[in-house]
């Protein structure tokens, strides 16, 4: 039977392969919705620095991946891909797109913060130390990113019922 160090190691591995996915879609969901905010461009700019950003903690994932002597899922990073790809085209037919996808952007940000909080224990315990600088930076930025969200909101909101109220095209 593996000891706890032996469990905590697999179980970290798939937290990573995981993780990876996720940032694979957040990548995806962002692409999606940035080409679409001709009204929003501060948005639209911070999304294009967080979708580098989602590139780079992609790459800190497979370099952690690689520490362990292993690699990422191409199967779930495929299928949580193609799932960004349908979250965003589920939206992106709303007359309040640029609500719906502020909303869900806050939630998957935070969805992102308790992965990386959870790995960053799962190294721990792993006995992985050195995965810890990566894991920190990679959550805060998230972290940010969601913060940038929140202080956001309320301008984001009232452009969307100014537009709205004006007749204009509100939604991206």
């Given at each position: 039977?593996?000891d706890?160090?032996?469990?905590?190691?697999?179980?970290?591995?798939v937290?990573?392969?995981?993780?990876?996915g996720?940032?694979?879609?957040?990548i995806e969901?962002?692409?999606?919705q940035?080409?679409r905010?001709e009204?929003?461009?501060?948005?639209?700019e911070?999304?294009?620095?967080?979708?580098?950003?989602?590139?780079?903690?992609?790459?800190?994932?497979?370099?952690?991946?690689?520490?362990?002597?292993?690699?990422?899922?191409?199967?779930?990073?495929?299928v949580?891909?193609l799932a960004?790809?349908?979250?965003?085209?589920?939206?992106?037919i709303?007359?309040?797109e640029v609500?719906?996808?502020?909303?869900?952007?806050f939630?998957?940000?935070h969805?992102?913060?308790a992965?990386?909080?959870?790995?960053?224990?799962?190294?721990?315990?792993a006995?992985?130390?050195?995965?810890r600088?990566?894991l920190?930076?990679?959550?805060?930025?998230?972290k940010?990113?969601?913060a940038w969200?929140a202080e956001?909101?309320?301008?984001t909101?009232?452009?969307f019922?100014?537009?709205?109220?004006a007749?204009?095209?509100a939604g991206?």
């Amino acid at each position: 039977m593996p000891d706890i160090s032996e469990k905590a190691r697999d179980i970290y591995i798939v937290g990573l392969r995981n993780q990876h996915g996720v940032e694979n879609q957040a990548i995806e969901l962002l692409e999606r919705q940035v080409g679409r905010l001709e009204n929003y461009p501060e948005m639209e700019e911070r999304m294009r620095r967080h979708i580098e950003e989602s590139k780079q903690q992609a790459q800190r994932l497979d370099d952690l991946l690689s520490q362990m002597g292993t690699s990422s899922s191409s199967f779930k990073d495929t299928v949580l891909s193609l799932a960004g790809n349908l979250a965003a085209l589920g939206h992106s037919i709303a007359p309040d797109e640029v609500m719906k996808n502020s909303l869900a952007n806050f939630a998957f940000e935070h969805y992102e913060i308790a992965g990386y909080m959870s790995l960053l224990t799962l190294a721990e315990l792993a006995g992985h130390a050195a995965a810890r600088t990566a894991l920190e930076q990679s959550l805060r930025e998230e972290k940010d990113m969601a913060a940038w969200i929140a202080e956001h909101l309320d301008a984001t909101t009232r452009r969307f019922v100014e537009r709205s109220a004006a007749g204009e095209k509100a939604g991206v």
